[in-house]
């Protein structure tokens, strides 16, 4: 049997979508009794509180496949429909737990996989979880591009007896937990919508513990149900409450109203942590992914990799830690690959390892006249005679971003460099890093079991779009023929060792060219409160990613018993 780790898209949630609109009240909603969030029944904790400030109000959707759906933004989605399999995003090299799958075997070329669905699986309507399912479960993405998240290429689908088949075009190494990862959904159910992609779930059927109980415009409560075929989950109620603001998930956390969520507090270990130090927590695990300076490549004389790579060796990534992402947020990247450590360390090229990215100004200077540029007194000229000046652009309310742009905005400067910041708004700043029309913006990358998705969505070509049309990935229009290669030889190398020569070879090419700046690694976090629920996931005891929003929640809510 060949088990598989995981690989997601992740991307970076926003620190405060809507600071306007309808208030949300702080309480725990449903009628439950609450007591520093926890609520009671008789004398024993039965309700857990959930927050995300994602806005006001949301769509009162629990369609999985809908990313602005409730489900999907409140997390909830993750403990109505379970996966094949439950990963430990933050241990990405540990075998994930069989779940609603037992097993899975890969074919050699990783082109096929087998898998066996559990018995004894009701739906949480009573009927039995089937083969079925699970087969339609993967026939939908291939019917349907718009809910093939991973963009899956599925060429066939079958079964036989408790086994599922797919088989898809070309290796998928690179994808085996995101397969995995898949979502099991009601063939019933589902294969009467008109749109899978954005019909609305008003009362959906499940094979997770919870259903939902009540839904208002602020808060999804769902209750553990009979029938469940794990153990059943000693939380029996959950409150998935949107909050207005930063500010409103603030005072929810530290009021006990909330008791995990996961939002960028500039001040957390002193607004947070010092309100309660022994019940309230913070654990941002890092994950393979980088948050980092992307530049347009389209643009001179950004397109020069000897700029590109003299401007990381001024960047402070421990200013940027300490204070942009307040000493807890993303954790600094430390080696010049811009591979995350220590989830990434085995990963490294022995020629990098512990090869800082940040080698001072006297080296990036050194770096730059050796190549073409030259100083007019103390600023840099491109080798057209031209000064270098650069736009850094972010959303204005992603506070940790722009105090992360002030800090390179001044490290540029210690090279000649005139940068300024733009405080772009939301949409715009969206619209126009996917159209390419920018010339540098801190942004995040896709994550995965190995730095292979973070490389990829950096340097592929393959979602390279001309300026002006929307791109998923290669926002910065960066195009290499060779990169190319290295990364179709990681995807479909087919033993270990052919792996690790590409990954070497992937390296050095980043390295060398440097089309985005690693600053930080991607996280996995949560601020969370032990007060009267205890079994969270932590540095002691990593057997899970805490994230709220992500698949690992489930396994993290059926992990918590009341606290004594």
């Not at 993967?138 to 899956?152: A, G, M, R, T």
């Not at 899978?196 to 553990?224: E, Q």
Request: net charge negative.
């Amino acid at each position: 049997m060949t088990l598989a780790t995981p690989g997601t898209a992740a991307r970076r949630p926003l620190a405060a979508l809507l600071a306007a609109g309808l208030a949300v009240t702080l309480a725990a909603g449903c009628g439950a009794s609450t007591k520093g969030g926890g609520g009671s029944t008789g004398s024993g904790k039965t309700v857990l509180n959930v927050g995300m400030p994602d806005g006001a109000t949301l769509p009162a959707n629990n369609n999985p496949y809908l990313d602005s759906s409730f489900a999907k933004k409140l997390g909830y989605t993750w403990l109505i429909w379970e996966p094949l399999a439950m990963q430990d995003e933050a241990k990405p090299d540990q075998d994930p737990q069989p779940w609603l799958a037992t097993k899975w075997v890969w074919s050699p070329d990783y082109s096929k996989v087998t898998l066996t669905v559990r018995d004894g699986v009701k739906w949480s309507d009573g009927t039995p979880m089937t083969a079925d399912d699970v087969a339609y479960s993967f026939q939908i993405q291939k019917d349907h591009k718009e809910v093939n998240y991973y963009s899956l290429p599925i060429t066939d689908v079958s079964t036989a007896g408790n086994q599922v088949t797919v088989s898809f075009n070309g290796s998928q190494y690179v994808n085996r937990t995101k397969i995995l990862s898949t979502q099991v959904i009601n063939k019933k159910q589902w294969s009467a919508m008109a749109d899978p992609s954005k019909d609305t779930v008003t009362n959906p059927v499940g094979t997770g513990p919870y259903t939902i109980k009540t839904t208002t415009p602020s808060t999804v409560t769902v209750a553990a149900r009979d029938g469940y075929w794990g153990t059943a989950p000693k939380v029996k109620t959950i409150n998935f409450t949107t909050y207005s603001s930063n500010d409103t998930m603030g005072a929810a956390l530290t009021s006990g109203a909330a008791e995990w969520s996961y939002y960028f507090m500039s001040d957390a270990k002193s607004t947070f942590v010092a309100k309660d130090p022994a019940h309230f927590k913070l654990y941002f695990p890092a994950q393979l992914s980088a948050d980092g300076l992307w530049f347009n490549t389209t643009k001179k004389p950004l397109d020069n990799p000897h700029l590109r790579r003299a401007m990381s060796m001024v960047i402070n990534r421990t200013d940027i830690f300490n204070q942009g992402e307040a000493g807890y947020f993303k954790p600094l990247i430390d080696n010049v690959t811009g591979v995350p450590t220590p989830q990434g360390e085995p990963y490294i090229a022995a020629q990098f390892k512990g090869v800082s990215p940040t080698s001072g100004v006297d080296a990036a200077k050194k770096e730059l006249t050796d190549n073409g540029f030259t100083y007019s007194g103390s600023t840099l000229m491109d080798p057209t005679g031209k000064a270098v000046t650069l736009t850094l652009t972010d959303p204005a309310d992603w506070n940790d971003y722009q105090t992360d742009l002030a800090i390179i905005k001044d490290n540029l400067a210690t090279i000649g460099i005139n940068a300024t910041i733009d405080k772009a708004n939301d949409d715009a700043w969206f619209d126009n890093i996917a159209k390419g029309n920018f010339e540098a913006a801190l942004h995040w990358t896709n994550s995965g079991t190995t730095p292979y998705d973070m490389y990829d969505q950096i340097m592929d070509s393959a979602g390279l779009e001309p300026i002006g049309t929307a791109a998923t990935g290669d926002f910065g229009r960066y195009k290499n023929p060779t990169v190319d290669a290295a990364l179709k030889a990681y995807s479909n190398a087919t033993d270990d060792a052919s792996r690790k020569s590409a990954m070497d070879n992937l390296e050095q090419l980043f390295v060398q060219e440097m089309p985005m700046i690693p600053t930080s690694a991607g996280n996995l976090g949560a601020e969370y409160s032990t007060k009267n629920w205890s079994g969270w996931p932590s540095a002691d005891n990593a057997y899970e990613a805490p994230q709220p929003t992500r698949w690992g929640m489930e396994d993290i809510v059926l992990h918590l018993t009341q606290s004594s």
